[in-house]
C-alpha cells in the first residue's frame, strides 16, 4: 500500500521568506511524486512532479521540490513566498507500476502581508 | 482546450434522492477518475477507469455508481443520497502508457460541491 504524510495542517510564513510545505510518502518500488495547489472552491492544480534524475524538481510559480530517497520526503519550497501564494497545498505518491495516486490530507498556506 | 469538464458545480440534495455528475474530458485520455475530498482527509478514490466500457471500484466506492460508454465521458451516479455523501467531488483524467517511465500526470477538474440534506 502507498501513503502519504503532510505533518503540518498549516504553515504561517510573511511575505518575502522562505515557505517550506513537508511531505513523506510510502510506496513499494520507485516513487512518482506530485505536488498540487488549490484555491477556494476551485480544483487541484498541478505544480511539480519528480519521476527520474535530477532530486531538484522546478515546477510552476517558482515552486520546487527535492526528492530525498533516504529519507523518503518531497519537500516543497519556494525561496520567497508571495500573499497569492496562500492556498491548500497537497502531495501525492504512486508506484511507478501504478496507476492510482494516493493523497495526503493537505496543508493549509496562508502568507501575511 | 477545455480539460476536465464538471457538472454541475453546485448542488442540494435531500436525504434519498439521486443524481449524476457529469464529467467530460477533451484530451483523449484513456484513464479517468473520480474523488471526493473530505476536510482535513486529502482525497480518496472512489472509483476509476482504464477505457471506455472498464470501471472498477476505487477505496470508497458505497453508494456510487459510474459508467464509461465513451473515451470522453465519466458520469458518477449517487443513488439514495445521504448526509454522508456531502463532499467536494473531482473528476480527473490521465494518458498511460503502461508501466514504467511515462509519469503521467493527473488533471483535475473544477469540482463539484454537494450538500445532502
Known amino acids: 500500500a502507498q501513503s502519504v504524510a503532510q505533518p503540518e495542517d498549516q504553515v504561517n510564513v510573511a511575505e518575502g521568506n522562505p515557505l517550506t510545505v513537508k511531505c513523506t510518502y510510502s510506496?513499494?518500488?520507485?516513487?512518482?511524486l506530485f505536488w498540487y495547489v488549490q484555491y477556494p472552491n476551485r480544483g487541484l492544480q498541478f505544480l511539480l512532479k519528480?519521476?527520474?534524475?535530477?532530486?531538484l524538481v522546478k515546477g510552476s510559480y517558482g515552486f520546487e521540490a527535492e526528492f530525498n530517497k533516504s529519507q523518503t520526503s518531497f519537500h516543497l519550497k519556494k525561496p520567497s513566498a508571495l500573499v497569492s501564494d496562500s492556498a491548500l497545498y497537497f502531495c501525492?505518491?504512486?508506484?511507478?507500476?501504478?496507476?492510482?495516486?494516493?493523497f495526503g490530507a493537505g496543508t493549509t498556506v496562508t502568507v501575511r502581508a | 482546450n477545455a480539460g476536465v469538464t464538471q457538472t454541475p458545480k453546485f448542488r442540494i440534495l435531500k436525504i434519498g434522492q439521486s443524481m449524476t455528475l457529469q464529467c467530460t474530458q477533451d484530451?483523449?485520455?484513456?484513464?479517468m477518475y473520480w474523488y471526493r475530498q473530505d476536510p482535513g482527509m486529502g482525497l480518496k478514490l472512489i472509483y476509476y477507469?482504464?477505457?471506455?466500457?472498464?470501471?472498477d471500484k476505487g477505496e470508497v466506492p458505497n453508494g456510487y455508481n459510474v459508467s464509461r460508454s465513451t473515451t470522453e465521458d465519466f458520469p458518477l451516479r449517487l443513488e439514495l443520497a445521504a448526509p454522508s455523501q456531502t463532499s467536494v467531488y473531482f473528476c480527473?483524467?490521465?494518458?498511460?502508457?503502461?508501466?514504467?517511465?511515462?509519469?503521467?500526470?493527473?488533471?483535475f477538474g473544477e469540482g463539484s460541491w454537494l450538500t445532502v440534506v
Open positions: 484530451m483523449n485520455h484513456n484513464y
Open positions: 480527473a483524467s490521465s494518458y498511460w502508457g503502461g508501466t514504467g517511465g511515462s509519469g503521467n500526470t493527473i488533471y
Open positions: 477507469s482504464v477505457g471506455a466500457g472498464i470501471t
Open positions: 510506496v513499494s518500488g520507485n516513487p512518482y
Open positions: 501525492a505518491v504512486r508506484a511507478a507500476d501504478d496507476y492510482k495516486l494516493s
Open positions: 519528480y519521476i527520474t534524475g535530477d532530486n
